[in-house]
T-cell receptor
Framework: DAGVTQSPTHLIKTRGQQVTLRCSPK?????VSWYQQALGQGPQFIFQ???????QRGNFPDRFSGHQFPNYSSELNVNALLLGDSALYLC??????????????FGPGTRLTVT | AQSVTQLGSHVSVSEGALVLLRCNYS??????LFWYVQYPNQGLQLLLK??????LVKGINGFEAEFKKSETSFHLTKPSAHMSDAAEYFC?????????????FGQGTILTVHP
């Protein structure tokens, strides 16, 4: 099992452009969360998807949007990129292992640089 | 307001010495608590989690943490540091009543281990 995979690993974009990041959850995991980790900071929650719906959202502008596909994979889209969007974007996948117990794994992240 | 505070952005210990990384949170409801480790240019790896069972939680790589409700703390310890423990450590809290929802992270503590 490859665990959580993210693509691409690195990306360089220009201000004003749009970007799409991809996440494939661990096999069987049906819930995906996205986090933004700026340099020297802790990760910040962007949103979570379950059953192809956004279940929970953090304090991020509408420029950040997402999607979950029937196979549970997910995309994060960011429009009108700003320099401040430069960060490591992390995907986490979840599976309810038993009642009240959840299995969770983070992916290696996508490093986005906006110039 | 719900928040997570890690005391000390940098901690330095000698190999074989005790590791103590501090985490305090503020919440009016019982939270779920986590510790993660992040090696350079990698994603997050779960060390351990508290989900309202035993207050002393044992994790991987010899780490453990104790939930102290009266002190609103969840400090991470390891009796004897190893060179391979050098990394950044994040305390995270789920305030939403589940262990799979939004995580709020502390700012991180960089652990340096000297020979």
């Amino acid at each position: 099992d490859a665990g959580v995979t993210q693509s691409p690993t690195h990306l360089i974009k220009t201000r004003g452009q749009q970007v799409t990041l991809r996440c494939s959850p661990k096999s069987g995991h049906d819930t995906v969360s996205w986090y933004q980790q700026a340099l020297g900071q802790g990760p910040q929650f962007i949103f979570q998807y379950y059953e192809e719906e956004e279940r929970q959202r953090g304090n991020f502008p509408d420029r950040f949007s997402g999607h979950q596909f029937p196979n549970y994979s997910s995309e994060l889209n960011v429009n009108a990129l700003l320099l401040g969007d430069s960060a490591l974007y992390l995907c986490a996948s979840y599976l309810q292992a038993s009642r009240g117990q959840w299995e969770q794994y983070f992916g290696p992240g996508t490093r986005l640089t906006v110039t | 307001a719900q928040s997570v505070t890690q005391l000390g952005s940098h901690v330095s210990v000698s190999e074989g010495a005790l590791v103590l990384l501090r985490c305090n949170y503020s919440s009016s409801v019982p939270p779920y608590l986590f510790w993660y480790v992040q090696y350079p240019n990698q994603g997050l790896q779960l060390l351990l989690k508290y989900t309202s069972a035993a207050t002393l939680v044992k994790g991987i790589n010899g780490f453990e943490a104790e939930f102290k409700k009266s002190e609103t703390s969840f400090h991470l310890t390891k009796p004897s540091a190893h060179m391979s423990d050098a990394a950044e450590y994040f305390c995270a809290v789920s305030f939403g009543g589940t262990s799979y929802g939004k995580l709020t992270f502390g700012q991180g503590t960089i652990l340096t281990v000297h020979p």
